[in-house]
């Protein structure tokens, strides 16, 4: 018999995979995944922000975010462009095509 603890754990999770997989074929027709979402959806909700406090405000780690950054800016739903008090770092932006999916989405 398994405990309560873990009961619940094995619980949350396959409902969390569940939901990624509903998510995943709604969001399908957008060619965009859950994990695009979000960035997409915290960008929108502050634009023109550095790429390490969207990797904070997003929960995503920093590799994981430039592939995310990446696949945006394929699809033409944001950009980055230098910042102007850092030379090193760049501000991530939403562009006009990623407001529209942002707001058809949400």
Not at 1 to 15: C, P
Not at 76 to 96: H, V, W
Request: proline fraction near 3%; glycine fraction near 2%; charge should be positive.
């Amino acid at each position: 018999m398994m405990s309560k603890d873990k009961a619940i754990g094995s619980s949350t999770v396959r409902l969390s995979k569940k939901l990624t997989r509903i998510l995943n074929h709604y969001l399908k027709p957008y060619s965009i995944t859950t994990e695009q979402w979000s960035v997409l959806r915290t960008l929108n909700e502050a634009d023109q922000i550095s790429q390490k406090e969207l990797s904070e405000r997003a929960d995503k780690d920093q590799a994981t975010l430039t592939k995310i950054l990446d696949l945006l800016e394929k699809h033409g739903y944001a950009s980055r462009m230098p910042n102007p008090s850092d030379r090193r770092s760049y501000l991530i932006t939403i562009t006009e095509k990623g407001s529209e999916l942002s707001r058809k989405l949400y």
